[in-house]
C-alpha cells in the first residue's frame, strides 16, 4: 500500500488543474494525507475527525508523509499536534488551525456542492494547465520530492516495507 499511495499522492501533485478535497467524514492516517495532497480541503462541520492516528497505532510515516506535513500544515504547533499527540481535530478546529480551508454546514452533500462550486469558480480563471501543475510542484517542492522519488519513502530505498513494519500494521488493522 506505501508505494500505491505514494503514486496516488504524485499523481494528486501532477494533475494540471486545482484539486479539492472533499471531506465529508473522518480523514485519517492515509486519509489525512489524500486529502492533505489537494489543493484545497473542505471538511464536513458537523461530523468527522481530522487524525493522524499512526502514533496510536504504532506506525511510522514515510518521509513523503513528513513532507506533506511540512508543507501542507506550516504551523510547527499545529503540526506537532496532529503527528505527536495524535489529536482528532473537528472541522471547526481543523479550519481555525490552519490545517483545512473551510469547515462547511449543511451534510455531506453540502461539502461536495461546495466543492463542485469551488472547482467551477477555478476552472473559470482558465489557466494554462501545464503552468498551473510545475507551480504546484514548486510550492509544494519538498512534497514533489519525496513522492517523485523511487521506492516507498521509508528512507531505506528498498522500494519496500520492512517486515517488522508490516507485522505492526497486521496487528494495528486488527485492532481498528
Same mark, same amino acid.
Given at each position: 500500500?506505501?508505494?500505491? #499511495? ?7 501533485? *501532477?494533475?494540471?488543474?486545482?484539486? $479539492?478535497a ?30 493522524? *492516528?499512526?502514533?496510536? $497505532?504504532? $506506525?511510522? #510515516? ?6 506533506? #506535513?511540512?508543507?501542507? $500544515? ?12 495524535? %489529536? ?5 478546529e ?27 469558480? #477555478? ?22 520530492? %519525496? ?21 505492526k ?8
Open positions: 500500500m506505501v508505494g500505491g #499511495l505514494r503514486r496516488a499522492v504524485a499523481d494528486l501533485l *501532477s494533475l494540471p488543474m486545482p484539486t $479539492i472533499a471531506v465529508t467524514g473522518h480523514a485519517v492516517a492515509a486519509g489525512c494525507l489524500l486529502a492533505l495532497s489537494h489543493d484545497y480541503v473542505l471538511m464536513r462541520a458537523d461530523r468527522g475527525f481530522f487524525y493522524m *492516528s499512526e502514533l496510536d $497505532i504504532g $506506525i511510522r #510515516l514515510t518521509d513523503y508523509f513528513n513532507a506533506a #506535513l511540512r508543507n501542507k $500544515i506550516p504551523a510547527a504547533r499545529t503540526r506537532r499536534d496532529v503527528v505527536m499527540r495524535a %489529536a482528532r481535530m473537528t472541522a471547526a481543523a479550519e481555525s488551525a490552519g490545517v483545512v480551508d473551510r469547515a462547511v454546514g449543511g451534510g455531506a452533500a453540502a461539502v461536495v456542492e461546495e466543492a463542485v462550486r469551488m472547482g467551477e469558480e #477555478l476552472a473559470a480563471r482558465n489557466w494554462d494547465s501545464e503552468v498551473y501543475a510545475s507551480v504546484r510542484k514548486g510550492v509544494f517542492a519538498e512534497m514533489w520530492r %519525496a513522492v517523485a522519488e523511487e521506492g516507498d519513502g521509508d528512507g531505506d530505498g528498498d522500494g519496500d516495507e520492512d517486515d517488522e513494519e508490516k507485522e500494521k497486521g496487528a494495528a488493522r486488527s485492532r481498528l
